[in-house]
């Protein structure tokens, strides 16, 4: 296993385009966690799954991204009618929940977003 | 979950030992501490975790006071690759509604020949 892997590493798209985003975990974690990461800022938390199931959602959010995680493996992020301000690194991360703790918290190196 | 604060930046040369210190005055009786290293163009990459008194690893080590309101992470001699963001973390990792990590805006290391 390599880890949490992400694809593309990059994605330069036009403002109204709709962008898709893939994670791959780490095959035997159960949960995994999708992040946004601004220039000079600290990863903030979108959303979650545990297993396929959504789990919680940041008012981060909006409708026009949707996250989904078929069979609880790979999971994508899509976000439709892009906007300049959607341009960002999207992190994906995964870990196994077990017994009530959290093990393994793993990070990809993420997709790198540019919406010209 | 508990803020943290911690400077915006460090510098430093080769070879030296590196403190960073996070405030956490908020931290309740179930947080543990917790530590990320960030590369530009990676995601965050776990270093060290704690709850009490001094944990130490192969990576660093993190040294915690009884009244757990601060924690330092000490980068022994470090090196041009330890040039890194560094974030504290605060939450309760044995509870399974901590479900995501809160970071801060984390300390910039620099570290030079």
């Known amino acids: 296993d390599t880890g949490v892997s992400q694809n593309p590493r990059h994605k330069i798209t036009k403002r109204g385009q709709n962008v898709t985003f893939r994670c791959d975990p780490i095959?035997?974690?159960?949960?995994l966690y999708w992040y946004r990461q601004t220039l000079g800022q600290g990863p903030e938390f979108l959303t979650y799954?545990?297993?396929?199931?959504?789990?919680?959602k940041s008012r981060l959010l909006s409708d026009r991204f949707s996250a989904e995680r078929p069979k609880g493996s790979f999971s994508t992020l899509e976000i439709q009618r892009t906007e300049q301000g959607d341009s960002a690194m999207y992190l994906c991360?995964?870990?196994?929940?077990?017994?009530?703790?959290?093990?393994?918290?793993?990070f990809g190196s993420g997709t790198r977003l540019t919406v010209v | 979950l508990a803020k943290t604060t911690q400077p915006i930046s460090m510098d430093s040369y080769e070879g030296q030992e590196v403190n960073i210190t996070c405030s956490h005055n908020n931290i309740a009786t179930n947080d543990y501490i917790t530590w990320y290293q960030q590369f530009p163009s990676q995601g965050p990459r776990f270093i060290i975790q704690?709850?009490?008194t001094k944990v130490t690893n192969e990576v660093a080590s993190l040294f915690i006071p009884a009244d757990r309101k601060s924690s330092t992470l000490s980068l022994p001699r470090v090196s041009l690759s330890d040039t890194a963001v560094y974030y504290c973390?605060?939450?309760?990792?044995?509870?399974?509604?901590?479900?995501?990590?809160?970071f801060g805006t984390g300390t910039r290391l620099l570290v030079s020949p």
């Open positions: 095959s035997e974690h159960n949960r």
């Open positions: 991360a995964s870990s196994l929940e077990f017994g009530g703790t959290n093990y393994g918290y793993t």
């Open positions: 799954f545990q297993n396929e199931a959504q789990l919680e």
């Open positions: 704690g709850y009490k």
């Open positions: 973390l605060v939450g309760d990792m044995g509870n399974t509604g901590f479900q995501k990590l809160v």
